[in-house]
């Protein structure tokens, strides 16, 4: 059996879990279990088998293109009390855009999960966190709206995933915070979830090894919320989908990238989403969950995250994707960030090389 290869020094993860805990003011969500320490190998065996073959095979979830937002003219998002930042891993220096080259973050990635017997990818971030395990990505790229049965399978994060290549490693998901609207009324404008981690994981020499954590080998983005609307921001993700028009002018082999000052308020009351903002942007399906960043720094390839790709589509009927949008990042989006962001996943690789839970904190 051919495996890809993932290789040792950079960062890998493995999944117990992907939940939703329910807390007060505001409640930010129910929990639900997707795997235990012992299962994590049957998760990494999914999709680094056979060269990884089940990786190339996913399709991009299709929510963020089945119906097409519109700009409207009332209303909109608004902070719900004061800017906040939160800095990005190893922020020694005030990230600035004066840069002329857009180097890609290697905090972006895709994201695979399962659906009964479907094969999905999404895209995602590393962000700051306490012990740098944790992913932002959007909601419906973690919980099941489709069935409505809480978090989806087989969970695992690519950091630079290039042409079918893992430079840093897989990382299975342990556990999913979202906001209670979102998992109970399906809320689309709190379309946002942050995933904690394991320990990297990688396969070598006929075992499984540990890489050490997520933000040690990628970095992490800042956090930044209540944030004035209409600043200048830097998309990216990995599009997977065609263009309405049947052109696949995007693989989902590598990152693409999207820039400009967003509108608002976009709204598409069919999926409850009325104070999204929206962005010009060609990214396709596939691209949800991809970081917004803004005072992004192209030479330190760090920023800060203000909103994740929830949906899009083509608003001007010529059957090209020329739209993305994002939930507005406020107190709320915070209070659940804050509640993932202090919480430790540690490592489940065994001595001997196989996995099961080694150290309880």
Not at 43 to 49: D, P
Not at 160 to 184: E, I, L, N, R
């Amino acid at each position: 059996m051919k495996r890809i290869l993932l290789p040792v020094g950079v960062a890998g993860l493995v999944a117990a879990s992907l939940a939703v805990p329910a807390n007060a003011a505001p409640k930010l969500g129910t929990s639900a279990k997707l795997a235990t320490p012992a299962a994590a190998a049957d998760t990494l065996e999914f999709w680094t088998a056979d060269g990884g073959k089940n990786l190339k095979a996913a399709a991009p979830y299709g929510l963020e293109h089945a119906r097409v937002p519109k700009h409207v003219s009332t209303g909109g998002p608004a902070a719900d009390g004061k800017p906040g930042v939160v800095p990005a891993i190893g922020d020694e220096a005030k990230p600035t855009t004066t840069t002329k080259n857009v180097n890609l973050p290697k905090s972006a990635g895709r994201v695979f999960f399962t659906l009964g017997d479907s094969l999905y990818s999404c895209s995602a971030s590393s962000i700051q966190s306490a012990y740098k395990n944790l992913v932002a990505t959007a909601g419906h790229c973690a919980y099941d709206l489709e069935s409505n049965a809480s978090v989806v399978g087989h969970w695992v994060f690519i950091p630079g995933y290039y042409q079918g290549k893992t430079p840093w490693g897989v990382y299975v998901g342990k556990t999913a915070y979202t906001h209670y609207d979102f998992s109970v009324y399906e809320d689309i404008d709190r379309d946002f979830a942050f995933v904690t981690v394991y320990n990297g994981i990688t396969w070598s020499e006929g075992k499984w090894k540990d890489v050490g954590r997520l933000g040690d080998n990628v970095g992490g983005l800042g956090f930044a919320y209540n944030q004035k609307v209409g600043q200048n921001v830097f998309v990216f993700g990995y599009p997977t989908a065609a263009h309405p028009d049947g052109d696949y002018t995007y693989t989902g082999s590598t990152m693409k990238w999207c820039y400009g000052k967003p509108v608002y308020p976009v709204a598409e009351k069919s999926v409850k989403a009325e104070e999204h903002l929206a962005l010009r942007c060609s990214l396709t399906g596939g691209a949800s969950g991809g970081p917004w960043i803004i005072k992004y720094s192209s030479t330190a390839r760090k920023g800060y995250l203000n909103g994740v790709s929830s949906l899009g589509g083509d608003t001007d009927g010529n059957n090209r994707s020329d739209l993305i949008t994002s939930p507005y990042f406020d107190g709320e989006t915070y209070a659940v960030y804050k509640t993932a962001a202090p919480l430790w996943s540690g490592s489940i690789v065994k001595k001997d090389g196989t996995l099961g839970l080694t150290e309880v904190k």
